[in-house]
């Protein structure tokens, strides 16, 4: 069996820290303007025997940079305002080199195909 829960985060440039079961899944990222805060929904298997580990989060505004590092995940708009809010997982660049044989970054999800003629 599996669920989904709520999770609100903040935008305040701090770190969030989150402990989830191994093998979840964002499922939803959003503004919530009832409560002027950013929400993340995260399915999650309800099996008690697996790993429960911290995951790290940070939301930010456009334009605010980020360490290359971090891994896109959603973003939430205030719909009646001008903000938008990017959530990243906070990943170290060491975590990056130790999932990766001989430090080699891993190949981006969106790489670009390149036909030659």
Aim: negative net charge.
């Amino acid at each position: 069996m599996k669920t989904i829960h709520q999770y609100q985060l903040a935008s305040d440039k701090h770190t969030n820290s989150l402990a989830l079961r191994e093998g979840f899944r964002i499922v939803r990222c959003e503004y919530v303007l009832a409560q002027k805060r950013v929400y993340l929904w995260v399915e999650e298997p309800l099996k008690i025997d697996l790993p429960v580990t911290e995951h790290q989060f940070l939301v930010v505004g456009s334009g605010v940079p980020v360490p290359v590092s971090h891994r896109y995940i959603d973003t939430a708009i205030d719909p009646f305002g001008p903000e938008a809010f990017h959530v990243y997982e906070v990943v170290q660049a060491s975590d990056l080199q130790e999932a990766s044989p001989e430090g080699q970054h891993p190949t981006p999800a969106h790489s670009e195909l390149r036909l030659s003629a």
